[in-house]
């Protein structure tokens, strides 16, 4: 599933892409704000789901997520190169009911040169990027990055996709820690590689980081509320305290910050909703190979 960029040529390369090398019994999903008007006939290949336009790439995603017919949903951004095989590995995972998510290798070409194995947190519930080492016996991340991931569409479903509130900036590690949070694994797979541009990889700041950090730590406060609390306010004084030489930046992220701390109602309603949701080992659809039709389980706002 793609959704369409108004970069052209980052769209187009990755649908050639995803088209040469498509696996058999998969399709290939558009999701189209009216931003590409396919120049190239490709309605027998492809199928465009048709939104509304839309600045939000992560209203996108959810789209075809919720368009997809397959029990395994894989998110390419425009501008991520496959190559064949690319998803034998990965798909093999969710034979295990409990794997939510597969992250594939994300490898950075450019000046930023580098693998990705997936998103995880730090000290005060910042995102952080795990990149590959030499030791795969370390941990596996959290979930793939927003860039690309494979993951069962009923668990995503139960925990009611993406969030649009968090962007791109933090959606992706939002949605890994509601998948934890229910039960689900992810699983981190080195054979399963995906390749894009390192400039492409634009880290926010200023009011929308600050906003999105403030989203993510009340839906996420990872740990006791005191201790949570006080490792957050460490790290927010210490990222701020960097940026007393540029105090527009300062401002912006600081208000991003208050804007972002008035969703924590919502965000306490969040996590009541994952409380109810059925554990994957509980949960009968999952017990089925990838290809088994999933009975809908109870979904957090």
Same mark, same amino acid.
């Given at each position: ?19 040469e ?15 590409y008007?396919?120049?190239? !006939?490709?309605d ?23 368009a997809?017919a ?66 795969r ?12 991931g ?6 995503i !479903? ?5 969030d ?10 939002d949605?890994?820690?509601?998948l ?8 981190? !797979? ?17 009011f ?15 740990g ?14 210490v ?11 300062l401002?912006? !992220? ?38 088994d ?9």
């Open positions: 599933m793609i959704p369409a960029s108004r970069d052209t040529v980052a769209l187009e390369l990755t649908l050639a892409a995803a088209l090398h498509q696996p058999d019994d998969c399709e290939v999903i558009v999701v189209n704000d009216g931003s008007n396919d120049p190239y !006939e490709l027998d290949e492809v199928r465009f789901v048709d939104v509304a336009p839309t600045s939000n790439a992560i209203d996108l995603i959810n789209a075809g997520s919720r997809a397959g029990s395994v949903v894989h998110v390419l951004q425009s501008g991520v190169e496959v190559k064949s095989g690319w998803t034998d590995a990965a798909l093999g995972h969710f034979e295990d009911p409990q794997v939510g998510s597969v992250a594939p290798e994300l490898l950075l070409s450019g000046a930023a040169a580098t693998a990705i194995r997936g998103v995880d947190h730090r000290w005060g519930g910042s995102r952080v990027f795990v990149q590959s080492t030499a030791r016996n370390e941990r596996d991340p959290l979930g793939p990055t927003i860039w690309g494979f993951y069962r569409r009923s668990a !479903e139960s925990v009611g996709g993406w649009p509130q968090l962007g791109m900036e933090c959606a992706d590690l949605l890994a820690l509601s934890r949070q229910i039960g689900f694994d992810s699983v981190s !797979e080195p054979a399963s590689r995906i390749r894009m541009a390192g400039c492409a990889i634009k880290e926010a700041s200023g929308r980081h600050g906003r999105a950090a403030e989203r993510l730590f009340w839906k996420h406060p990872l006791s509320w005191p201790i949570a609390l006080t490792l957050h306010a460490l790290r927010t004084a990222g701020l305290s960097t940026k007393l030489r540029q105090p527009l930046e401002f912006a !992220e600081a208000l991003g910050r208050c804007v972002g701390t008035a969703s924590l109602f919502s965000a306490r309603q969040h996590r009541r909703n994952l409380q109810e949701v059925l554990p994957p080992g509980s949960a009968l659809p999952f017990a089925g190979a990838v290809q039709e999933p009975i809908p389980l109870r979904r957090a706002a």
